[in-house]
């Protein structure tokens, strides 16, 4: 048996100054890790030479928090959680269990915040996956606002990303803006961008209200009557156009009308967004918030150069007021906008697309943003006589039934009549920024320019087609000098739009063997024009030649045995068909507005 | 007679395998107490084990255990305002489960650490020589560190019990506000305006008793539900089955027992095949558009006949379908013909060159009406199963014939036996279908020795249920859940709630600007009772419950139908038979119902504690420790791996790494297969946890069942007391104090 030492017990103020030495020690490491931390960041800035000032304060909160620090707030188990949750989530989704299914969304991200394919999977999961769960349309664009709503607390957590920021854009774009359901979806976020008027009246004039409101446009599913069977009162939430409208003809001492004050009770964890909220104050301009410059721009930046200020809606404050609401186009032209700056002034990437992607979305965006607007103008217009507009359906249908109204036509409703000369005049202004967009990508890209020749050709003239109809419209409310000037503006734009239209189709929607026949001598060359040198000819010539290009494509088209005009092989039909369509719109008009002329030229 | 019936459930060896369980439990308590503990058993004093249990708890108390109660309440508090959910009620669930949850694990890891720690650390402090040395029996001391423990986790409980009733209500007030705003603001779609309500109107924390179906049909058109006929309609999107008995020596003949399936086989339907023959009526209810085409035909074009061009009767699609729902023998690999005549034809083609002909059963045409022999008229079609393929039926118990449309625009009317099944017999040279030579296949009989009704299912969806068309031209496919024997459910405010829950697919329904286009389902209730028929219509989203009422004198007796069916175009709407509607019995108050849940998990709580201080008592305590989780969770382990550890995972580990060596692949092969087979066995010998289901019932505001408390505790006794009993004799034998 052996008998250990028993250890030397080390002196206690030798412990002591060990002690304090350890503990200098993790705090002069806390300094330089903060101090490490702050040249790091202030580096990343520096690197960035268009980024100007950091925003002056960084949120906090627990999505904040890197990664590695929740792992150890977790115990290192972080990632089985995160790789658990992601499993249960997918195998939920697949048997169309959505119980929970959010939840595990939402710890995912506070598990993962930094990793931006982990948010771009699930903003499209939601998006796409999620809503087509849903079979009523207002479920399905409930789980679409989320996935925007997931989409911008990310883009708060990670401000300028330009992965997320894309993602917003492509879900407002793609998912609300074309899918088979974006008539519903359109006008919801038209109509939930705005700030409402509250329009409450007693519950026995509900029938008079409905009378009233229907010659409005007002569609009860989408703005119901809350009844309040306690106090016996009514209330609906209106467009500020249509209640302003409505106050005219349904009015009284019981009929209250005020802007909504929403009581945002998001501080509750299951608030879960039903309806986009407002970011237009009642006089259709952007909240202040909104358009809040985190990178002021600097002074000495000159004036058409792209800045890139952080805020969240920078790219539509020069088109507001906008007293009809926002397109969902141009929600997505914004992100997409920001997107390209952040791509050219902040050198960042995108992950999932390529720089020729990012850099073109704007100027579709603003194609597609105007067109919104140009339908938007057609049922106004159809509204403002009287007529009730199809509820869904192709747009171009629109065209004939507007292209109709005389310019001596009576106004049933002046508010649809300024709702319409408002969309074709935001329209034409918007056709005009798509083409100087288009034309911007196509410097930077030149080698893939061609494939947006024809978006060009097509904004000019859809511009001009959105003028004549704005100033047809002004005509068919003004009088006297102001009528005469309006329509002759009107028939000017009209016959720029139909020789526009038509050369739009003689570039790129007439058969080549067709265009050898018809197309008329160069008299520089005395040699036949082709689709590439037709834009030089007398436009003049533009018309007789569209015309000669139908006889001859009605021949060259035609069953040899039968004669009959045979429409599948001719391969431009359908795109010739739209542009002919637009052409008759302003035959229609231009016939129109010469009987109109004339009396008011002679008194 | 009592002693009968004892010696008749012992005689019976399928009893005893049932509940080998319940006997080694009962064995070890009754051998464990009057074999080796009868003496401890007359001292046995309930106040000294109360007095024991007394210590436990009071030291527990000491050891400040309850202040893992408060952690546990912030944890939930935190986890609930991470979550993020559908809607209100959703987020009330949510919350309701977390809460449970963490009161189910804090009282569980309290009893495990507790009990599986406190015999150890006594018997190495030393602190069990007080205890020892005083007139207590070894009986008492486990029991009391057993109730003690129980009563430290009843405690915990108590307080989480508390908690979560108070936090849930607080959450719900809030909820329900949320609602009234969502209301008054108009937020929400036609679809969810009615769900809300009813979570405004009936409270978000209920606990409902519902009542399931007992049986579910799928019609095409509305059934007159006090006759006979039946409707499937068009292509495909019903079909009947017909369920037959696959007896052996009804199919194949008189045959010895132990006889060798070839002996069988050559004989009965091995011999001449089987004869399906479905008789019904059709009705046109559109344009056909199964005419067949006219031949090309060569020479001059014979004059067209004057008039229109009579209508070929409809078709049919039949095959046959196993005891396990697989199909055996397809309908091309039958022969149809719509007449006894043509088929003799068919057959002898087919026995000449042994190939199939054109019209086999894909789609068999019926014959034009014809009088039946119970006097009525009818189409009759008939397909013969070939005996190579009649031979799949060999080792069937029963078997389905199946029938549904092949013609679109169809009403088929179904009598009550519709399909009759015959083995037929050559007689003189000439194949006889029917009798007197033929030998009719009887109907599988129910219980009762009644021949089973036939079932009628709508077209199978991908996701599982039986799918209906929503139209607006009239109803195309209706679902009719039959209640039967039921208890009446209870009235409130002179409705009757229920509940309908189905997944919904949109088919390319055209989408018009501003309308939500929520889908319809027009329900209709038949009280069998009164005869009367009451009507109700509601929206549905896709798997999500949708609430509605019908008066309190739609459903006067103990059977009553309801029948759903879509009205809105361009849906299909998939229902299941046991849970897609349920009708509302009557509601319990929540508390009631979350004491319930607790009493459960007491009682699992209770089961840890007495395998906790079982183990403890020869065991060192983290191994204490480790082997109560094993115990607790073998059994769901085991039943996780239940797919990889079936038979033939010797096999297949053996051709993953690659044993080329036959003996050692042999060897592996064997004892992977051995040391499975004995994990599963030893499964089957732990508790089965699964059974103490706290959470699932009250989550979605179902009460609670008396049967899931009698589980609860059926396993508790179970285990529970063999394993205290079992503790005993180990304590009893074991050397503690000098």
Not at chain 1, 274 to 300: K, N, T
Request: aromatic share 8%.
């Amino acid at each position: 048996m052996t008998a250990t030492a028993a250890p030397r017990p080390r002196p206690p103020a030798l412990r002591q100054s060990a002690r304090g030495a350890v503990a200098i020690l993790l705090i002069l490491s806390l300094l330089a890790t903060a101090v490490a931390r702050h040249w790091v960041i202030a580096h990343r800035l520096a690197s960035q030479p268009h980024r100007g000032p950091a925003p002056p304060t960084e949120r906090t909160s627990l999505n904040n928090m890197p990664s590695y620090a929740t792992a150890l707030l977790l115990g290192g188990l972080r990632g089985p959680l995160a790789m658990s949750l992601w499993i249960s989530s997918q195998t939920q989704l697949q048997q169309g269990n959505l119980q929970d299914l959010d939840t595990k969304i939402e710890w995912i991200r506070l598990l993962q915040p930094e990793f931006d394919a982990v948010h771009l999977f699930q903003i499209w999961n939601k998006a796409y996956n999620i809503s087509v769960k849903m079979t009523s349309l207002s479920n399905k664009y409930s789980a679409i606002i989320d996935a925007i709503d997931y989409g911008q607390k990310v883009d708060l957590e990670r401000p300028d990303d330009i992965n997320i920021l894309s993602s917003i854009a492509l879900t407002y774009s793609d998912k609300l803006g074309n899918s088979q359901e974006s008539a519903y979806y359109r006008r919801r976020v038209r109509r939930e961008t705005q700030t409402l008027v509250r329009v409450a009246f007693p519950i026995s004039r509900v029938d008079e209200f409905k009378a009233a409101a229907f010659k409005l446009g007002w569609l009860e599913d989408e703005a119901a009557v809350i009844r309040n069977q306690r106090t016996h009162t009514a209330a609906v939430l209106l467009e500020r156009w249509m209640a302003d409208s409505l106050a005219q003809t349904f009015q009284g001492p019981d009929v209250s009308m005020q802007f909504e004050q929403r009581a945002e009770t998001s501080s509750n964890p299951s608030w879960r967004l039903l309806r986009l909220p407002a970011v237009l104050d009642d006089r259709g301009y952007i909240l202040s918030d909104l358009l809040e410059a985190r990178y002021p721009r600097p002074a000495a930046l000159a004036a058409d150069q792209p800045w890139y200020d952080g805020s969240q809606l920078q790219m539509l404050a020069q088109y507001q007021p906008f007293p009809y609401g926002l397109s969902t186009f141009a929600l997505g032209y914004n992100d997409y906008k920001r997107c390209q700056l952040l791509q050219d002034l902040w050198n960042e990437h995108p992950m999932q697309s390529n720089e020729q992607v990012i850099d073109g979305r704007p100027a579709i965006m603003l194609e597609l943003w105007a067109k919104d607007e140009w339908e938007r103008g057609r049922r106004f217009e159809l509204r403002m006589v009287g007529a009730i507009p199809p509820p869904g359906g192709d747009p171009v249908e629109l065209e004939a039934p507007t292209a109709a109204i005389p310019a001596s036509a009576t106004i049933a409703d002046q508010a649809a009549r300024g709702g319409a000369e408002y969309s074709y005049g935001l329209a034409a202004r918007l056709f005009a920024d798509a083409r100087a967009e288009f034309r911007r990508h196509m410097n930077n890209y030149r080698s893939r320019a061609y494939i947006y020749f024809s978006h060009v050709d097509d904004a000019i003239a859809m511009e001009q087609l959105m003028l004549a109809d704005r100033d047809y419209l002004r005509a068919v409310a003004a009088s006297g000098a102001a009528r005469q000037a309006a329509m002759q503006s009107a028939i000017t734009h009209y016959t720029q739009t139909q020789q526009h239209f038509a050369l739009v189709i003689l570039r790129y929607w007439v058969d080549e063997l067709v265009q050898a026949k018809v197309y008329p001598k160069d008299p520089a060359t005395g040699k036949p024009y082709t689709q590439e040198t037709i834009e030089s000819a007398d436009p003049s010539l533009y018309l007789p030649t569209l015309d000669a290009v139908l006889r001859e494509n009605n021949r060259y088209f035609a069953d040899p045995d039968t004669g009959q005009y045979l429409p599948d092989r001719d391969q431009y039909r359908e795109e010739r068909g739209e542009c002919l369509v637009y052409v008759a719109h302003c035959k229609i008009r231009l016939a129109n507005l010469q009987p109109a002329t004339r009396p008011a030229t002679t008194p | 007679m009592a002693d009968h019936a004892i010696f008749n459930l012992l005689a019976d060896p399928s009893w005893l395998g049932d509940h080998w369980g319940w006997l080694v439990a009962a064995a070890i308590v009754v051998l464990g107490l009057l074999g080796a503990g009868l003496r401890d058993l007359g001292r046995f004093s309930p106040k000294r084990i109360w007095a024991l249990s007394g210590v436990c708890f009071d030291e527990s108390i000491r050891k400040r255990v309850l202040w893992i109660a408060p952690l546990a309440m912030l944890g939930v508090i935190v986890v609930t305002e991470l979550q993020k959910a559908l809607d209100e009620q959703d987020a009330l669930r949510q919350s309701l489960k977390f809460c449970l949850f963490a009161t189910g694990t804090v009282a569980v890891m309290v009893s495990i650490i507790l009990a599986a720690t406190n015999l150890p650390r006594d018997i190495e402090t030393r602190v069990i020589y007080t205890i020892v040395t005083k007139p207590t029996t070894r009986l008492e001391l486990i029991l009391g560190k057993i109730v003690g423990f129980a009563r430290v986790s009843l405690a915990l409980l108590l307080i989480m019990g508390l908690f979560t009733w108070g936090y849930l209500r607080v959450r719900e007030r809030r909820e329900r506000g949320q609602i009234a705003h969502r209301l008054r603001d108009g937020d929400v779609g036609e679809t969810e305006q009615a769900r809300l309500t009813h979570y405004l109107d009936t409270g978000l924390l209920t606990a409902r008793t519902l009542r399931s179906p007992d049986q579910f049909q799928v019609y095409g058109r509305m059934p007159d539900l006090a006759g006979q006929k039946r409707v499937i309609s068009d292509q495909g999107n019903q079909d009947v089955l017909a369920e037959f008995s696959g007896d052996r020596a009804a199919l194949f003949g008189e045959a010895p027992p132990e006889a060798p399936a070839d002996q069988w086989a050559h004989q009965g339907i091995g011999q001449f095949g089987l004869v399906i023959r479905v008789e019904l009526n059709t009705r046109r209810t559109g344009p056909a558009n199964d005419q067949p085409q006219e031949a090309p035909t060569f020479g001059p074009t014979p004059p067209k006949p004057k008039g229109p061009k009579p209508l070929l009767p409809p078709s049919l699609l039949i095959d046959v379908f196993g005891s396990t729902g697989y199909q055996l023998v397809g309908s091309q690999q039958m022969i149809g013909a719509a007449d006894l005549p043509t088929l003799r034809q068919e057959i002898a083609d087919f026995v000449k060159t042994s190939r199939m002909p054109s019209s086999t059963a894909m789609q068999v045409r019926l014959s034009r009406p014809q009088p039946l022999s119970d006097g009525g008229q009818g189409q009759v079609a008939y397909a013969w199963v070939p005996p190579s393929a009649a031979t799949r039926l060999f080792n069937e118990p029963f078997f389905y014939v199946r029938f549904t449309g092949a013609s679109d625009h169809v009403d088929y009317e179904v009598g009550p036996q519709p399909v009759r099944v015959f083995v037929p017999q050559i007689q003189q040279n000439r194949i006889e279908f029917e009798s007197p030579g033929a030998r009719e296949v009887p109907l599988a009989a129910g219980r009762d020795g009644q021949p089973l009704p036939l079932t009628f299912r709508g077209r199978m969806g991908l996701r599982g249920g039986q799918e209906i068309k929503g139209t607006d031209s009239g109803p195309s496919g209706i679902g009719v859940f039959s209640f039967r024997h039921s208890p009446t459910p209870a009235a409130v405010n002179g409705q009757i709630p229920m509940e309908v829950n189905v997944y919904v697919d949109r088919a390319g329904a055209e989408v018009l600007e501003g309308h939500e286009a929520a889908t319809t389902l027009d329900v209709a209730v038949y009280d069998r009772q009164s005869g009367s028929v009451t009507t109700q219509s509601v929206q549905v989203e896709s798997r999500q419950i949708a609430f509605f009422t019908v008066p309190a004198a739609a459903i006067t007796g103990p059977d009553y139908d309801v029948a759903i069916s879509c009205p809105t175009p361009g849906r299909d709407i998939g229902l299941f038979p046991a849970d897609s509607l349920q009708v509302v019995l009557g509601r319990q108050s929540f508390e009631f119902n979350l004491l319930k849940s607790l009493c459960i998990l007491w009682m699992m709580s209770i089961l840890v504690v007495s395998l906790a201080v079982f183990c403890s008592t020869f065991l060192s305590w983290p191994i204490a420790l480790v082997l109560t989780v094993v115990l607790l969770l073998g059994r769901w382990g085991v039943n996780q791996l239940a797919d990889v550890t079936g038979p033939g995972l010797g096999r297949q580990i053996v051709n993953e790494f690659r044993f080329n060596d036959a003996p050692v692949a042999e060897v592996v092969s064997t004892s992977v297969d051995a040391l499975s087979r004995s994990m599963n066995l030893f499964s089957r010998v732990l508790p089965d946890m699964s059974r103490f289901e706290a959470i699932g019932d009250i989550e979605q505001g179902v009460s609670i069942p008396g049967e899931k408390l009698a589980q609860s505790l059926g396993v508790l006794v179970g285990f529970g007391l063999p394993a205290a009993v079992a503790a005993y004799l180990v304590m009893k034998r074991k050397e503690v104090a000098p």
